[in-house]
């Protein structure tokens, strides 16, 4: 039986705003709605990585936590295809050209991520591991 612990449907829907820059016309892609549940225009899931818990805390303490969507550019507009908490992995989507949406964390998501931190722990920055087992512990018994 899969658990569902790191896993949440979100649906949500997108709408456009035209814009004109410079005498071109453009449309503007923005996310107008989003649910914690599986019934809309667009459901992906949100699934939550033991690795990306650094990014989650950060959101988490920002003053407006953001989910993000990774969308394919079509004809038709955006095709939302990932979505993530973490704004590590929005900014590597964003550094390979690719379209982002955000929208406000729903706050039944904000509380679901808090709990999984508790869960899990919040992760130690890799600056701050220990290099090998016992590293820093002889100076403890010097004088």
């Given at each position: 039986?899969?658990?569902?612990?790191?896993?949440?449907?979100?649906?949500?829907?997108?709408?456009?705003?035209?814009?004109?820059?410079?005498?071109?016309?453009?449309?503007?892609?923005?996310?107008?709605?989003?649910?914690?549940?599986?019934?809309g225009p667009y459901v992906l899931p949100l699934t939550l990585m033991l690795t990306e818990r650094t990014a989650y805390r950060f959101n988490l303490d920002s003053q407006q936590p953001r989910l993000f969507v990774r969308c394919e550019a079509t004809d038709e507009g955006p095709d939302p295809r990932e979505m993530t908490a973490s704004q590590d992995v929005?900014?590597?989507?964003?550094?390979?050209?690719?379209?982002?949406?955000?929208?406000?964390?729903?706050?039944?998501?904000?509380?679901?991520?808090?709990?999984?931190?508790?869960?899990?722990?919040?992760?130690?920055?890799?600056?701050?591991?220990?290099?090998r087992a016992g590293a820093g512990r002889a100076r403890q018994h010097q004088e």
């Open positions: 039986m899969a658990s569902d612990d790191n896993l949440r449907h979100i649906s949500f829907a997108l709408a456009s705003q035209r814009q004109e820059v410079k005498g071109f016309t453009s449309l503007a892609w923005h996310i107008a709605s989003m649910g914690c549940h599986d019934n929005a900014a590597n989507w964003l550094d390979g050209d690719t379209q982002v949406l955000d929208a406000p964390m729903p706050l039944a998501i904000q509380a679901w991520l808090e709990a999984y931190l508790a869960r899990h722990g919040e992760r130690i920055e890799a600056g701050r591991k220990k290099k």
